[in-house]
Structures are given as C-alpha cells and as structure tokens.
C-alpha cells in the first residue's frame, strides 16, 4: 500500500503518533503554558556527515552516541539535542519527542518577530544532506506524517531551519517545498515567501 493511500496516521492524547516507532529522547522539555503548536520545521542530518544508515543519528537524539567512533564526533561532545520525528531514506519514521513536549531542535531562532521556536513547533529531521534531495518515499512519508500534524494541530507555517536560524543554518538544502505542499494538501500560504530551492 502507498503511503498516499495508507490509513492516515493518529496523534494520541499524549502527542504520540500510534503505530509508528518510538525511541524516546532524553533531551527535551516543557512547552510554555498556553503556547499553542503554530510551525513546523524541516531539518536534515547524517551521521557521520554524508554517511546514511548505521544508527548514530538515532544515538545522538537518544544521548548515547560514541564520540571516540569518528573524528567529526568529537564535534558534538555535550551536544543535547532532538527532534520530534526522525524519517530514514527508506522512509521509516522515529518518533523521539511526544508532540506535546518541546524538542530541542531549533536552537536559537526566530519566525515573524517570535523567538525559541523549540516554544512553538514541530521539528523533523530527515535523513540526508543540504545537496543530496530526498527520497521519494521520505516525502511521501513526510507528507502523510504532516497531515496528521495539520490535523491535530493549529499548524499554519511549514518552514526549514535555514529560515529560522538563517545565520546558522542551511538544512534542509535541496527540498522541494511546493512538492510536500501538495502531497499533504497544504495551503500555499503555509511555504517560506523566499525563493527555494527544490530537489
């Protein structure tokens, strides 16, 4: 079965996607009270960089990575941080942060005049680099997991780290943003207003 014509995906009460993976992250904390969820934000990663499979992402959310493993390692010493959900290149997704918790995903960051994103998004992270694109299953699942956030959430902006952290950041590079906005049905107001680029 496709993921377009897959069962949609639930949130819990909890803010725990059922029926997917869970692996827990130790790095997060509570949202503000009465800040409501209003941004998601697209991220990629690959441990080591460029380097797909073999678990150390999951590890580095999960504070459990060997950082003697590989010299960029030494690099992330002390590094505390997660998403809510991890999509493979297969296009498997990892759930590490309840959706009601606040990850720690977007470091110091701003959207339209508001600071700490963390306070108020969603953060995934997908399997790859700024110029590698991404899969076509990895927007296929991400499209089906973001129509279940738009779902439970009031969601109103899609946005990637490098438009909330534009001095620090690039990820998710080469994304097709109009692509995601179309599989998950998403209103076109949702996409970043500067250019993108798309994979």
Known sequence: MSARRAAPLKIDAGGWVTGIER??????????????????????????????????????????????????????????????????????????VSCADRAWHAGVSAFEGRDDCNDFSIGIELEGTDTSGFTATQYAMLARLTRALAGAYPLGALRGHCHIAPERKTDPGRFNWRRLRRDAGLPAAWLPRAPVPVA
């Open 23 to 96: 692996r827990p992250s130790p790095h997060f904390d509570a949202r503000p009270a009465g800040v409501a969820i209003e941004l998601l934000v697209i991220h990629n990663i690959s441990l080591p960089p460029g380097r797909f499979g073999g678990g150390d992402v999951l590890r580095l959310f999960a504070g459990s990575l060997d950082c003697s493993a590989h010299s960029f390692y030494a690099s992330l010493i002390d590094l505390r941080v997660s998403a809510h959900f991890f999509i493979d290149r297969a296009g498997r997704i990892v759930q590490l």
